[in-house]
């Protein structure tokens, strides 16, 4: 087995992937920007590397430099997590060419699955459905125009080399196409360097269902069934779960086998995603493939028992699948929500700042993949992904009725979260019903404000008696002695918190 | 001892004796007599009545922040003065960046006659594209960003004349 991986990541996944090594005696090292410097995957990795400058492409992004960092440091693999280079094929060429296992597919894998033309040509070949639209190479936005009318609206405009939902528009009307294309180029470019965009049609109540697929490096492929991600805000996903509350049988094995049979036409290795969109007559069509462990891993993980990090690294090492798929089987139900520093009421902006408190819920099957703590300090550099809260239950009802409860008990104060928003949407009577398309969020929450009902009475008893407490004791005998019926004669005199004029 | 907390705009008078054990808060003409301790720092066990509340409290530099039933409030201690600070509130027709981040594409020029919903300019941020749109019908006075300009939070984009 390695006996040293370098984790070229930050935040939750850096931390999830240090403790799985950590677990099966492999020794780590953590690479941090500035920013980072008291990071939590940096606090608990057995080695830790500075990169410096804290912009992305100087530093998370910065091939050279993790790669010199990687020899120094005699690491024998490197795990690249998800985001920044995990889906990078000169990256993982690089590995290859100066010896370090890069823990994921091999480098012309991500790329064809990077292409996301080649990669529906490629599925459409070996027989698995694909949406129907344009892929071509005729790129100018006149062309680019003439097609989409002819596929009809709406429409989807998406990046060729896109990902995350970075330079996807939805476009209802004609008159809006041309925008959509040239905003979608532009971001597309200056997210990957290549604007190529494609066009296709835009599903009626779609839902996001998704596989996760194991393969080992021996020709050995297996499915861990299905995760649905259909509740999405700005086309990047929020809250995930499995089983899908549509899954039969039947089309379960349907997908599986697609999902098992898209990873075999490329030669997949190691953990991967197959992600379909699925119509409301439950027609499935191949979207895209994940070449790297998905954020929302913890839901298949909770619910089959399987360690799927854990894994990455088994069969990075050249360790045999002993996984068979007639023994993988799914126990209850299980949801992730994702926290972020961000706020719902303002268009989901992403909001910076010191975290004055981090408390997270915990109890039976609740997990907590986090990457904060009390006085962090959530910088504008990276995703303001905070950390995911995933729960399990016996049975779906029972798994959001143990997410309300750990989301009301996640505390995180200083920044604004999106854990308010995630409770009302757990508690959605739609989303109870199971009724989730990708379109849940613009449907049931499109102008959503947190309710202004001004400060409930518990929190204003809750501050009073705190200052209270924390008040300079002559200071009450002061107010004592005074009127306590003429509050207005002590204006300007009490300092809450004793802080001042102490 | 008299407290002011400032909560979105507006202001909540509250009073909180301590008599002997307990502690007297009246707010809004009703007084709770409430039992209270500090479990550990910032975490509050308040009983009321039959009914008790947990909350969490951790001071900013300037603001609060109360956890109570799952949400958070900021809130801010006000001096003593007796006016409410006002705040200025957005206006409609507001041109200003709802982010910090670049400026990517500048779709508008000065003189240009724009109607409500054009696109004025698209500013990147965490690789998102924010749109900034114009508020009204109206003629472009003053484009304050050209293409590439970095640009904070706040900052206003552009002058418009409503027509």
Redesign the interface.
């Known amino acids: 087995m390695f006996k040293k991986v370098l984790i070229a990541n930050r935040g939750e996944i850096a931390v999830r992937i240090i403790k799985a090594c950590q677990m099966i005696d492999i020794k780590t090292i953590a690479i941090y920007s500035d920013v980072d410097k008291k990071a939590p995957h940096v606090q608990i990795a057995d080695e830790t590397y500075n990169l410096g400058d804290p912009t992305p492409v100087q530093s998370y992004l910065n091939i050279p430099k993790i790669i010199k960092i990687a020899k120094e440091a005699e690491a024998d693999a490197i795990h690249p997590g998800y985001g920044f280079l995990a889906e990078n094929p000169d990256f993982a060429k690089t590995c290859l060419d100066i010896g370090i296992k890069f823990i994921g597919p091999k480098p012309e894998v991500i790329s064809l699955m990077g292409d996301k033309i080649a990669a529906k040509k490629t599925m459409e070949k070996a027989g698995v459905p694909v949406i129907p639209g344009y892929h071509g190479s005729k790129q100018d936005t006149k062309s680019l125009v003439k097609e989409g009318e002819k596929i009809g609206f709406p429409l989807l405009v998406k990046a060729a080399a896109g990902g995350g939902g970075k330079g996807m528009r939805i476009v209802h009307s004609k008159d809006k196409l041309e925008e959509a294309i040239e905003g979608s180029k532009r971001e597309s470019k200056s997210s990957f360097g290549d604007d190529t965009v494609f066009l296709e049609k835009y599903l009626d109540k779609p839902r996001h269902i998704e596989f996760q697929i194991l393969a080992d490096e021996h020709g050995n492929i297996v499915h861990l069934f299905e995760r649905e991600c259909s509740i999405q805000r700005r086309h990047q996903k929020i809250i995930e779960e499995t089983p899908s509350h549509i899954m039969t049988e039947k089309l379960r094995k349907k997908m599986g086998d697609a999902a098992v049979k898209a990873a075999e036409v490329v030669g997949y290795t190691n953990a991967g995603t197959v992600e379909f969109m699925v119509d409301k007559d439950q027609n499935f069509y191949f979207m895209e493939m994940n070449t790297r462990l998905q954020v929302e891993h913890p839901v298949t993980e909770m619910t089959t028992g399987v360690d799927l990090a854990k894994w990455q690294l088994k069969i990075a090492d050249g360790e045999k699948l002993i996984l068979k798929q007639k023994d993988i089987s799914q126990r209850g139900h299980a949801i992730e929500c994702r926290i972020y520093a961000e706020d719902p009421s303002n268009g989901f902006l992403p909001s910076i700042g010191v975290l004055e408190k981090v408390q997270a819920p915990n109890g039976p099957n609740i997990r907590d993949d986090s990457g904060i703590y009390t006085g962090l300090n959530v910088t504008p550099y990276y995703d303001p992904m905070l950390s995911k809260l995933i729960v399990s239950g016996e049975n779906r009802d029972d798994a959001i009725q143990k997410m309300i409860w750990a989301l009301s008990h996640y505390a995180v104060l200083g920044v604004t979260t999106n854990i308010p928003f995630l409770r009302k949407v757990v508690e959605h009577p739609e989303f109870k019903k199971g009724n989730t398309t990708t379109h849940f969020i613009n449907n049931f929450f499109k102008d959503w404000t947190i309710a202004k009902k001004g400060l409930p009475i518990d929190a204003i008893i809750s501050l009073a008696v705190y200052d209270s407490m924390h008040t300079k004791k002559q200071e009450i005998v002061r107010y004592k002695e005074s009127d306590p019926h003429n509050p207005w004669r002590h204006m300007g005199r009490w300092r809450i918190g004793g802080k001042e004029g102490e | ?3 002011n ?1 400032e ?2 705009n ?1 202001v ?1 008078n ?5 008599r002997k054990n307990n ?1 007297y ?1 009246t ?1 809004d003409n009703s007084e ?1 007599k ?1 039992e ?1 301790e ?1 479990i550990k720092k ?1 975490h ?1 066990k ?1 009983k ?1 009545g039959d009914r008790i ?1 947990k ?6 530099d300037k603001e ?10 900021k ?1 801010l ?1 006000i ?4 006016i409410k600070k006002s705040r200025k509130k957005k206006e409609e027709g507001d041109l200003s960046s ?3 981040g670049k400026v ?2 500048v779709k508008a020029k000065k003189g240009d006659k724009i109607k409500k919903d054009d ?1 004025i300019m ?1 500013i ?8 900034i749109r114009s508020p009204y019908d109206g003629i472009v006075q003053k484009i304050n960003f050209k293409e590439n300009d970095q640009i904070e939070i706040g900052e206003i984009t552009a002058e418009v004349k409503k027509k």
Request: charged residues 20%; proline residues 3%.
């Open positions: 001892m008299f407290i907390y909560h979105e507006n909540y509250v009073t909180v004796e301590r502690y808060v707010y709770y409430v209270a500090e910032g509050m308040i009321i509340i909350s969490i409290i951790t001071e900013g609060k922040f109360v956890f109570v039933e799952g949400n958070v409030y809130v201690p001096e003593l003065t007796g709802p982010i910090s990517v594409n696109v698209v990147e941020a965490m690789k998102m594209e924010y749109i």
